[in-house]
């Protein structure tokens, strides 16, 4: 995969995360509808990352956004560098973990 994929792909889904985010706070649950599509991204990242890289791009997704907490959180890495902080960040970390 290169990184213009990857960026292709983080935007896509970063717009499907905001558009359902949206529609739920509308209060209309799409849970149902859109479950077969998250098992097939899912299966597609697991054919293309290792675990630790889906786990990277599951929280700069789905955690980092923090719509529960009205904030974005950070993630560090082993030298106290601030990781996944956007696409190219997450791009450099997830990379190592390709399969």
């Given at each position: 995969m290169t990184?213009e994929?990857?960026?292709?792909i983080?935007?896509?889904?970063e ?12 209060g ?5 509808y859109?479950?077969?599509?998250q ?5 597609l990242l697991?054919s293309?990352f290792?675990p630790?890289g889906?786990?990277w791009?599951?929280w ?7 719509f529960?907490?009205?904030?974005t959180l950070t993630a ?6 601030e990781?996944?902080h956007?696409?190219f960040s997450l ?7 390709l399969k």
């Amino acid at each position: 995969m290169t990184y213009e994929h990857f960026e292709t792909i983080i935007k896509d889904l970063e717009q499907i995360r905001e558009r359902s985010h949206s529609i739920h706070k509308l209060g209309i649950d799409l849970l149902e509808y859109e479950e077969p599509y998250q098992k097939v991204i899912t299966h597609l990242l697991n054919s293309v990352f290792k675990p630790e890289g889906k786990d990277w791009i599951d929280w700069y997704l789905y955690e980092r956004p923090g719509f529960n907490l009205g904030e974005t959180l950070t993630a560090f890495d082993e030298n106290d560098n601030e990781i996944c902080h956007n696409i190219f960040s997450l791009w450099q970390t997830v990379n190592p973990y390709l399969k």
